[in-house]
Antibody
Framework: EVQLVESGGGLVQPGGSLRLSCAAS????????MSWVRQAPGKGLEWMAN????????HYLDSVKGRFSISRDNAKNSLFLQMNSLRAEDTAVYYC??????????WGQGALVTVSS | DIQMTQSPSTLSASVGDRVTITCRAS??????LAWYHQKPGKAPKLLIY???TLESGVPSRFSGSGSGTEFTLTISSLQPDDFATYYC?????????FGQGTKVEIK
């Protein structure tokens, strides 16, 4: 069974940093693009970033480019999102998703990130 | 960026109704469109991709159609489990973008 489990969410002050992790299991992690998608409270879905199966290609939403960094460790079946210079508008549930070259076919349960003083 | 606009924003329907949701793209996206639904407090779930291909395990009452800039998601006979918010998503060009969502409520 495919499982994606996010961790690392929490409360952070504006300007602070946080690193999200996603542990993948039940599929050949190194064979898939992976992505992060977020959802602000009561709002819709917003794609953040994706990374190619071998890590050689990455894409970002303009509003997070230079602040967020997506990476992966295929040996540990893990996906990461390093978030720096966090703003109040980054407050959201962050979902780890399988796919992202095209559709997102599996989603984690989400990790809540709250940016507030 | 490609803007995705869904209509209606909210839809009230009864069990057994045929339901149609429309998604319009601000420019042509060929057939590079996916549909998801999401229940409160849960992660979204993929229903359809490439505009009309049913994801494995998704009931056949769901169908998708369209190409270019106009797309539809149809539920042939609404079931209790289908009351949720539905999103379309384009993957024709970066950044990937979603529609604002359509909430399907019980009438």
């Amino acid at each position: 069974e495919v499982q994606l489990v996010e961790s690392g969410g929490g409360l952070v002050q504006p300007g602070g940093s946080l690193r999200l992790s996603c542990a993948a299991s039940g599929f050949t992690f190194s064979g898939y693009w992976m992505s992060w998608v977020r959802q602000a409270p009561g709002k819709g879905l917003e794609w953040m970033a994706n990374i190619k199966d071998d890590g050689s290609e990455k894409h970002y939403l303009d509003s997070v480019k230079g602040r967020f960094s997506i990476s992966r460790d295929n040996a540990k079946n893990s996906l990461f999102l390093q978030m720096n210079s966090l703003r109040a508008e980054d407050t959201a549930v962050y979902y780890c998703t399988r796919g992202g070259k095209e559709r997102f076919d599996r989603w984690g349960q989400g990790a809540l990130v709250t940016v507030s003083s | 960026d490609i803007q995705m606009t869904q209509s209606p924003s909210t839809l009230s329907a009864s069990v057994g109704d045929r339901v149609t949701i429309t998604c319009r793209a601000s420019q042509s996206i060929s057939s590079w469109l996916a549909w998801y639904h999401q229940k409160p407090g849960k992660a979204p779930k993929l229903l359809i991709y490439k505009a009309s291909t049913l994801e494995s395990g998704v009931p056949s009452r769901f169908s998708g159609s369209g190409s270019g800039t106009e797309f539809t998601l149809t539920i042939s006979s609404l079931q209790p489990d289908d009351f949720a918010t539905y999103y379309c998503q384009q993957y024709n060009s970066y950044p990937w973008t979603f529609g604002q969502g359509t909430k399907v409520e019980i009438k």
